[in-house]
């Protein structure tokens, strides 16, 4: 009995996030162009390509200035309610961000939310949400969450980062492990995805060109209703 009892915790911190639902979209880059009847290019079609069975999302420099680029699933899939989950080795470097959210059509007027991780290098993600509901326009970045990286774990490797959604919460999940929740959501307009690197106004004064290239690659995508 009481080896069950030390058991009943790791079971619990181990639940799946996809138990019970079933995958409604799926993408795993393979083929040398993006397929355009599920992805929407956001931003500069230079700096997004596919490559060994990955996308990659570049910074690249242009005559006005270092760019990024997007791309999402906007007026081609979105759906309330489930796990969206992505495979993504993130940027080493300072000077732009890599990010990947869902979010609804609107952005900030009511009744909208986006849920977002983005990295600004140096292993920092940051798991946050951006919440237009009947509280107003605002964003939600925690002083402190339960998401613990390694050095150099973001920049090297692979891993997985996901959104649960619920009418009861928004859980953001790293590796399969919740590390941060919202409770009683009040938006309910489906969500589309959205992976990208961008250099903010911000942070162009932090970009080292000797850095580059410092790209985002997406594995794949999945999505479970």
Known sequence: MRQLLLLLPLVAAAAD????????????????????????LEGNAQAATLKGGKLVLAVIDRPDGWQGTAISTR????????YFEASIRFNAFRGHHGAFLVRNKTGTEPPAASLLFEC??????VPWARIADSK??????????????????????????GFGWTEKAYTWYFNG?????LDKPEVAEPMHVYLGNWVGDSERKNLVPGNLPDNVEVDWVKVWK
């Not at 993408?27 to 599920?38: C, P, V």
């Not at 600004?120 to 993600?125: K, L, P, T």
């Open 17 to 40: 996030p996809t138990a019970k639902l079933k995958l409604a979209f799926s993408e795993d880059f393979e083929g040398a162009a993006l397929d355009t009847t599920k992805w929407v």
């Open 75 to 82: 007026d081609k899939f979105s759906q309330a309610y489930g």
């Open 120 to 125: 600004f290098g140096e292993d920092r993600v």
């Open 136 to 161: 107003g326009l605002r964003e939600l970045k925690p002083v402190k969450t339960d998401l613990v990286l390694r050095p150099n774990q973001v920049s090297k490797n692979f891993n997985t980062y």
């Open 177 to 181: 492990k919740a590390v941060h929740k």
